[in-house]
């Protein structure tokens, strides 16, 4: 690991409260609440004690400290390197992130060494002039609470014009793409950005305008079989989501999902990367999916 959870949060906790030492005004109740804050629940019973009774001599009686200055942790050559290879991310790119301290860094990797299996190759060029700019109008204006008039075309070509409030933006890693979730008075509308032709920053949107579009939450529930490690893999693969799982039998699991209805589409491409080790029982609607486009793949293999 390159950032210890354990240490660093250790060392987050011990700074803050050396910091406020530094300040001045720390008390035994700044102190419990500081580590609360700032490191595990198990760690109320370590680190106050350690620091109350000497054996990590930062604090005197009284709560004050030695230290003339608060602690810091500089970052390590390799931490930077790791950091500065993030940054090669042309979505982290779209950003505009600083690369203060980092320009004679070397790269720890490079985007190059890896090779995606598990995604569609036509994902979003992160690089397209006309691309950056449209994603940096939509963060401009969910930053500053503006509407925006963009102009997309649609599957079948259709060009069309959108006066919106934007909501959010989504990226889907089967996809490779990012897409923006937009509505205006609660009429939902979600475009990818890929396809818009234009993106134009409006005024302001009043609060009685700002009605976020309903979006119904689902359940989902499949059967799992544990071969080649299946069980930590799903679980990996949907750690973002609300989740019970439930032992059926030998290797055999059941798995209950809570999803938002508008990501429908994306949870059966993560479902359908899983191959036969996954069985969708709930809901009907992607059950019928999954067998449509497996009837699909079949009569494509035939001919």
Known sequence: MIFSEIYGSYFKAVAAILAKAVEGGLTEQKLTRTVLENAFGESLVTIPAKLKDGSWPLLTEGFSTPLQHSPYLPLTTLEKQWMKALLLDPRIQLFSPSEDGLENVEPLFTPEKFVYFDRYSDGDDFSDPQYVEHFRTILQAMHEKRKLRIQFHGHR???????????????????????????????PLTVNLSRM??????????????????????TLVMEL????????????????????????GDRRYRITLKYRQGDETEILIRILS??????????????????????????????
């Not at 070509?157 to 509505?183: A, H, V, W």
């Not at 071969?227 to 059926?248: G, P, Q, W, Y």
């Not at 609607?285 to 293999?301: D, F, G, N, P, Y």
Request: glycine share 4%.
């Open 274 to 303: 899983f191959g036969p080790v996954l069985k969708v029982t709930v809901p009907e609607s992607i059950v019928s999916q999954i067998r449509e486009r497996l009837a699909r793949q079949a009569a494509l293999t035939h001919n």
């Open 157 to 187: 070509g259709t060009r069309q014009n959108y006066f919106c409030i934007p909501y959010r933006m989504e990226y889907s890693s089967k996809d490779d793409k990012f897409r923006l979730i937009t509505g205006f008075k609660g009429r």
């Open 197 to 218: 032709d234009s993106v134009e920053l409006l005024g302001s949107w009043d609060e009685d305008e700002y009605v976020l579009p309903h979006e119904r939450e689902e």
């Open 225 to 248: 079989y544990d071969a080649r490690n299946a069980l930590e893999r799903v679980m990996l693969h949907f750690s973002d989501l609300e989740k019970e799982t439930e032992r059926i």
